[in-house]
């Protein structure tokens, strides 16, 4: 598609229950994040994706949340028995990474996020 | 890369004025920077990068400039309207890492 799409863009659960967050990253994009952002807070790295690497997890906050990447291309964020503690909005950003020079410069495209509300 | 932070979490100006938006980060082994601009219900957009072997570069409107003596960075737009409010962030890079984001400023521009 044309941007980074994610659904749903509103999600309201109970705390306890299992949710499932899904990005569509921008066609031709190796690389993939996810990234959560709380009320009046940055952005917080949670987990990244790049080509058939092995995924770089060193941001999730706890073995509650998992990611995968399907084929390469859309990825499923997961929380299980979500806490009030975790609401927040979920983005996922994609990008052609790019090597220029000696570091890798990477401009990301995100999506709109996922708000998430745990009651 | 260690963490990025702003020294101002809002910023009002007024229509027309220049806007300087500000960003000290720890890591001196950070060697690109990158400035992204969200505004409400939206995910960030990229306004404009710089690299560790610059000190300034030019977009439209926006100036970024790096001085790495006191790792501090900075993003001025010139003419600010209305549109451009919204929550500005910087963010480090070191290498092929991940990119780390400061906790954003946000910038309100009067009419």
């Known amino acids: 598609g044309a941007g980074v799409s994610q659904s749903p863009s509103n999600k309201v659960t109970e705390k306890g229950k299992d949710v499932e967050l899904r990005c569509d990253p921008i066609?031709?994009?190796?690389?993939l994040y996810w990234y959560r952002q709380s009320l009046g807070q940055g952005l917080e790295f949670l987990i990244y994706?790049?080509?058939?690497?092995?995924?770089?997890k060193s941001g999730l906050p706890s073995d509650r949340f998992s990611a995968e990447r399907t084929g390469g291309s859309v990825s499923t964020l997961t929380i299980q028995r979500t806490q009030q503690e975790d609401s927040a909005v979920y983005l996922c950003?994609?990008?052609?990474?790019?090597?220029?020079?000696?570091?890798?410069?990477?401009?990301?495209?995100f999506g709109a996020g996922s708000r998430l509300t745990v009651l | 890369g260690e963490s990025v932070g702003l020294h101002l979490p809002t910023l009002s100006v007024q229509e027309g004025d220049n806007s300087i938006i500000n960003c000290a980060y720890s890591?001196?082994?950070?060697?690109?920077f990158i400035w992204y601009k969200q505004e409400s219900g939206k995910g960030p957009q990229f306004i404009i990068d710089i690299r560790s072997n610059m000190d300034k570069r030019q977009g439209q409107r926006v100036t970024v400039l790096l001085n790495k003596t006191v790792k501090h960075l900075s993003l001025q737009i010139a003419a600010t309207q209305p549109g451009d409010s919204a929550v500005y962030f910087c963010a480090d890079q070191v290498g092929y890492s991940t990119l780390t984001f400061g906790k954003g400023t946000m910038l309100l521009v009067s009419p």
């Open positions: 890591n001196s082994a950070s060697d690109y």
């Open positions: 950003a994609s990008s052609f990474f790019v090597r220029v020079g000696p570091t890798g410069a990477n401009v990301l495209t």
């Open positions: 066609s031709g994009h190796t690389a």
């Open positions: 994706f790049q080509g058939n690497s092995a995924p770089d």
